[in-house]
């Protein structure tokens, strides 16, 4: 059973969860939070993959952090899976990296900045893993389909996409939830909503990305009540000290009060379908 198979085939109709910090900085963090998310998550039987970016290629400033070396982090990444048992997520940026990365995760995850990129598109289709999409945030929905199409005409049928807002002027996003159905219609694939990365502000004249954390719940419920299939969110114990992109994560503390009403609402919406 590949990635996508095991977090799309909830019997409940649950939505699936991928979740983690933005990237891995050691492997005691990494092991923490994935193993507070994995028990939240079996818990309420929410399909869940861990995310943990090996290495942050796009960064505002020189002097941000990237990473604590690519291998490290793979293999803290392969050890979050053989210990929990459950699938990983990690972020490419080149073709070249696609085989190296696929030898400890199951998700090779693209960009939204990078979704056109049809080497690399076809380098994650290659290794048989699960690849998922982000929107790229000056695309429209359904252009998501030529995406979706370069992965499955290099013979790879495990793929979904995942919306993370729309640039709206230069230092803010929008969310358009007209984007989870037109996705769906466009692709034909499991569709995802990030709901941390499409509360980003980007940009900012510090070289330092900002965020609106307080509004995840308003994002995440509206993505649930309009049909996402899944919820990709970063999260850290303790935001304020991620070394990435902390501004816009959700605190551990408040992951599972959280997903316990996504799954309220998930019932309701699945009872009015």
Same mark, same amino acid.
């Given at each position: 059973m590949n990635a996508l198979d095991f977090l799309t085939g909830s019997a409940e109709r649950n939505f699936f969860l991928l979740a983690g910090p933005c990237v891995i900085e050691g492997e005691e963090?990494?092991?923490?939070?994935? %193993? &507070?998310?994995? &028990?939240i998550a079996s818990s309420l039987n929410i399909p869940f993959a861990f995310k943990g970016s090996y290495r942050k290629a796009n960064?505002?400033?020189?002097?941000? *952090?990237t990473g604590i070396g690519d291998e490290k982090a793979l293999r803290i990444l392969g050890k979050v899976r053989d210990t929990f048992h459950i699938p990983v997520v990690t972020d490419i940026h080149e073709a070249h990296e696609a085989e190296?990365? =696929?030898e400890y995760v199951d998700i090779l995850q693209i960009p939204a900045f990078l979704c056109r990129q049809t080497g690399l598109l076809v380098a994650a =289709? =290659?290794? +048989?893993?699960? /690849?998922?999409?982000?929107?790229?945030? *000056?695309?429209?929905?359904?252009? @998501?389909?030529?995406? /979706?199409?370069?992965?499955r005409e290099s013979g790879n049928l495990s793929v979904c996409v995942t919306d993370r807002g729309t @640039? *709206? %002027?230069?230092?803010?996003?929008i969310v358009d939830f007209r984007s989870i159905p037109e996705m769906h219609e466009a692709c034909r694939c499991p569709v995802i909503m990030d709901i941390t990365?499409?509360?980003?502000?980007?940009?900012?004249?510090? %070289? /330092?990305? %900002? +965020?609106?954390? &307080? @509004?995840?719940?308003?994002? =995440?419920?509206?993505?649930?009540a309009v049909g996402a299939d899944g919820i990709f969110m970063e999260t850290h114990?303790?935001?304020?000290?991620?070394?990435?992109? +902390?501004a816009n994560m959700l605190p551990l503390d408040k992951v599972k009060h959280l997903l316990e009403n996504l799954v309220i609402l998930r019932e309701a919406v699945n009872a009015m379908s």
């Open positions: 963090m990494a092991l923490d939070i994935a %193993g &507070e998310l994995t &028990e960064r505002s400033r020189l002097d941000s *952090f190296m990365a =696929a =289709a =290659a290794t +048989g893993k699960t /690849v998922n999409i982000k929107k790229g945030q *000056f695309l429209a929905p359904d252009s @998501m389909a030529h995406a /979706v199409r370069k992965v @640039m *709206f %002027g230069y230092q803010d996003l990365h499409s509360l980003q502000q980007p940009n900012q004249s510090a %070289g /330092v990305t %900002g +965020g609106r954390p &307080e @509004m995840i719940s308003t994002i =995440a419920k509206a993505a649930i114990r303790d935001p304020a000290k991620a070394k990435s992109d +902390g």
